[in-house]
């Protein structure tokens, strides 16, 4: 069994950085891939970023490539997601989710163990 907890969110200005944390429990974290996700009102939970088991693969879709940064440290059973650059359409509830697997999906349904999620809100 894994337990998630996000930390990290909050209101921020267009143009300001928020790092997420991502704290598991659990002797097997370090060897299972991770996912940020984000829902905004309304819309569909997409993901974000990703990683996998070791930290040596990451993905990052187009729309936050350049801005995010997911990394991890196995250590501290932790996992990072650094917003850069933050628009208002970053405004969204955002989940940390553990795979069951070293190797990351894109596919939400594949994440087993999920946190209840953090706020971030980007004003004007």
């Known amino acids: 069994q894994v337990q998630v907890v996000e930390s990290g969110g909050g209101l921020v200005q267009a143009g300001g950085s928020l790092r997420l944390s991502c704290a598991a429990s659990g002797r097997t974290f370090s060897s299972l891939a991770v996912g940020w996700f984000r829902q905004a009102p309304g819309k569909e939970r997409d993901i974000i970023a990703a990683?996998?088991?070791?930290?040596?693969?990451?993905y990052l879709p187009d729309s936050v490539k350049g801005r995010f940064t997911i990394s991890r440290d196995n250590a501290k059973n932790t996992v990072y997601l650094q917003m850069n650059s933050l628009k208002p359409e970053d405004t969204a509830v955002y989940y940390c989710?553990?795979?069951?697997?070293?190797?990351?999906?894109?596919?939400?349904?594949?994440?087993?163990?999920w946190g209840q999620g953090t706020q971030v809100t980007v004003s004007t």
């Open positions: 989710a553990v795979g069951e697997s070293r190797y990351y999906t894109m596919n939400a349904g594949t994440y087993k163990y």
């Open positions: 990683i996998n088991w070791s930290g040596g693969t990451t």
